[in-house]
């Protein structure tokens, strides 16, 4: 999640009346308190905890979670839907797409890309190939060109039905509060 973004959230969910925000938690994300940790233990706890661990958890006190069987059933949905949409960002911006799609790196080893997603990272290889080739005949760049455009519409097509039904999943689970706090995190819309 982009820093900007995941702090105009924190913000936003810290003005919403009887919504209770850890503050810890927000600070944490902006890199930690005046000391540079978050809380009175210094930030020792918070500094064990990965970036993820320290979002689910701010999330889980932004919901009021406090029981482990609830939480056991949102956080998967949570992870899913947050999963999703970084994946529908990335499909939005031609640029960055190409740029992420088209390399061999992923960015999560537990979060692997849905089928049609990897379908178009080989497509974006293949734009990206024919880029770097500046012999390329151009059928050879009409042809990655075309297979891009399909690949990336199909994976349109599938991200938002997938999102879309994911959401709905998250939204059945939570109370009103609940969804309106997600979609004030940008989870749900």
Do not use: C
């Not at 056991?72 to 740029?99: M, Y």
């Amino acid at each position: 999640m982009r820093p900007i973004y995941f702090l105009s959230m924190i913000a936003a969910l810290a003005f919403l009346p009887g919504l209770r925000v850890n503050t810890a938690f927000a600070q944490n994300a902006n890199g930690g308190g005046q000391n540079g940790g978050g809380g009175q233990n210094g930030g020792q706890i918070d500094k064990q905890l990965s970036k993820e661990e320290r979002f689910y958890n701010g999330i889980r006190q932004t919901l009021n979670v406090t029981d482990e069987a609830e939480w056991k059933l949102l956080q998967p949905k949570i992870a899913k839907v947050q999963s999703l949409s970084r994946w529908a960002r990335d499909l939005h911006d031609s640029k960055r797409s190409l740029e992420r799609l088209g390399s061999n790196k992923r960015p999560d080893a537990n979060d692997p890309p849905p089928y049609y997603i990897q379908d178009l990272a080989d497509r974006a290889a293949e734009v990206r190939a024919a880029w770097n080739d500046s012999d390329a005949h151009a059928n050879t760049i009409k042809q990655a060109l075309r297979g891009f455009r399909e690949a990336r519409e199909k994976a349109e097509k599938e991200l938002t039905a997938e999102l879309l039904k994911a959401r709905g999943e998250l939204r059945d689970l939570v109370t009103a509060r609940q969804e309106l706090a997600l979609i004030m995190a940008g989870l749900l819309d």
